[in-house]
């Protein structure tokens, strides 16, 4: 970031906390449609621009925003395994050795962690279901302490109700560890779409 952006994004930053204290973190992806494929990170994958799969590139991007407005934080671009796993490539692009394999929540992460460090106002993380639906990307944001409404598909599993974990009988150090196939087979999640069902029964809606 160049000496000028620098100072524009802190100033932007700053005022806009100071409109309204109250904010959000906003965790997106951001694609670029590309033809060819010599573009760093250039693959076939879902644009969302496009909202279909194309050849395209794509960057995690960190926001913050309030009622008054957005600005940016972090901005990383995504490179596909197939880029990774082709270091001739990678090496042709400008890609330097020491970039492996990252996911974009594990990109989302490292550009939180940043932001944390940098002493950001934590606000309520927000992100859609391809963020969301990563239960490690979840329970990172809870041991963080951070609030977040995250977009989830229907077939995400979760713990609810009856629904719980089993509690495996501590070990007596004695012999083969305790096979408890059986009892956690009879303790499985149920997905967010039955849980949504058994809520709206709950209340009456259907």
């Known amino acids: 970031m160049t000496k000028r952006c620098w100072v524009w ?4 930053r ?3 906390v100071k409109k309204d204290g109250r904010c959000w973190w906003i965790v997106d992806d951001t694609s670029h449609v590309k033809k060819g494929q ?3 990170g250039v693959a076939r994958q879902y644009c969302g621009r496009l909202g279909k799969t194309e050849n395209c590139q794509v960057a ?10 957005s600005v940016p934080l972090d901005y990383r671009m995504y490179l596909p395994k197939e880029w990774t796993e082709e270091r001739a490539r990678c090496r042709k692009a400008g890609v ?3 970039i492996e394999f990252r996911s974009k929540g594990q990109i989302a992460r490292e550009e939180i962690e940043r932001a944390l460090a940098e002493n950001i106002p934590r606000g309520i993380v927000l992100a859609d279901a391809g ?3 990563e239960s490690d990307f979840r329970d990172w944001l809870q041991s963080l302490k951070m609030d977040y409404v995250l977009g989830v598909r229907g077939s995400t599993s979760v713990w609810w109700g009856k629904h719980q974990p089993a509690t495996v009988p501590p070990q007596s150090g004695r012999g083969r560890p305790a096979h408890t196939c059986a009892t956690r087979c009879r303790h499985q999640p ?4 039955e849980v949504a069902r058994a809520l709206l029964r709950r209340c009456g809606a259907i």
């Open 14 to 16: 700053s005022e806009l």
């Open 96 to 98: 330097p050795e020491e």
């Open 9 to 12: 994004w802190q100033t932007g």
């Open 190 to 193: 149920i997905s967010v779409l």
């Open 131 to 133: 963020y969301g639906t």
């Open 60 to 69: 995690v991007s960190l926001s913050l925003a309030n009622s008054y407005g």
């Open 38 to 40: 010599h573009s760093v």
